[in-house]
């Protein structure tokens, strides 16, 4: 049901990729797609919405080129060696849709190439953007290159990490987008394969995953749109017919309004979860610091269960890598002498009371993450 007119609804789409994938490319496509009907229509009118700045090279066959630009020149959008043109910080962009305010959130592209720092950088940036900005979040909209068969440990290794700031309940929100798919006939072509295996092992490792159905995967190529940015310019792609982009543009905004049409069926989910994920590691941290020059026995079974509690609700596998750092016969004695723990049947009431009873067996350091904690979750844990 459409809403009344004074009561637009907003809904929050993270926007989620590898570098260069396309997100902020597709964004400025979707702004076209929603305003005009055809290529033609697009080209005809000569308004096209620029919402992000962009660079691009257009390429002619005796391999010279030009540098085409859109929009006002932004910082948040840089040179890099590279690349023309890359996200810097997440931005939100918005557009009306039947009586819906759809806010998009571009998000600064994971690489393997640039480096482990500036990835973690870059992911800490969407965590904070989406926790600070945001009260609720409808899809987390995965951006992939359709067709690529090779995307192995860099693709998956990338995908996990921006999984990892979600928590598992937050899977059934993830949608594809597929960008390039011209050459794969509008379908996902060889991409399904790495999906589909970054799929299965998430499936093994934390008993849920996100869908990959028709109902999930968009496949767009949004090369008509840089093509009327470039014809707009007064530069003409060589080798391919008006025709060929207006099948794109055909298929591109069909396949965004499936996509609209989709996403206004969305139930919210509250980012809460999302925070409460980012305090936890916090506070293991925090725990970790304080172990190192500190250790009992006691505060290794209250660090284990506080691991714990972030590996039961977490995707990435953070409080995994915690708990693999912990001996186990070292637990499970202090777990015996704690009649009322089965370490068998542990679950996350059990576990986040770990959390509080750490910093009772420490007299002397600060502990500023954990009484931060105590005092934003602690007074309500069935809603952890
Ligand atoms: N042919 C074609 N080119 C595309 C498509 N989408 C993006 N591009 C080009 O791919 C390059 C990267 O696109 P961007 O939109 O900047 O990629 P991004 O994912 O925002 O990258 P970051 O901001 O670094 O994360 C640009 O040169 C675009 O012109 C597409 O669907 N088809
Ligand atoms: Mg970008």
Redesign the pocket.
Known sequence: MVPQKQEVRNINIAVIGQ?GVG???LLNAIANYLKYETAKDAYEKDNLEYI?PCQFKVFYPDFSEKLISIGMPDEN?KYEETVL???QECKEYSFEFNGYKINFI????LSDTSGIEKDAKNLEKIRTFICTSLDSLHAICFVVKANEARMDLGFSNSMNDLLSIFPKSALTKVIFFMTHSRGTLYGPGDSMTPLKNVSEKLLKSKGVTFPLTSENVFCVDNESFLFLCAKNQGTEYSGASFEDFENSWKKSKLATQKFFNKITTLKPASVRNIKIMRDLENVLKEQKAILSSHATPERWFYHFLTAKTLDLVETGNVGQKYLNLINMDLIEKEAASKKDIDLKKIDIKQTIAGISEFSKTNKTEKMPETSKFVQNYFSDPNNI
Do not use: A, L, R
């Not at 571009?106 to 592209?109: F, I, K, N, R």
């Open positions: 570098s997100k902020s490319t992000i959008e043109s890359t996200t571009d998000t600064p592209g």
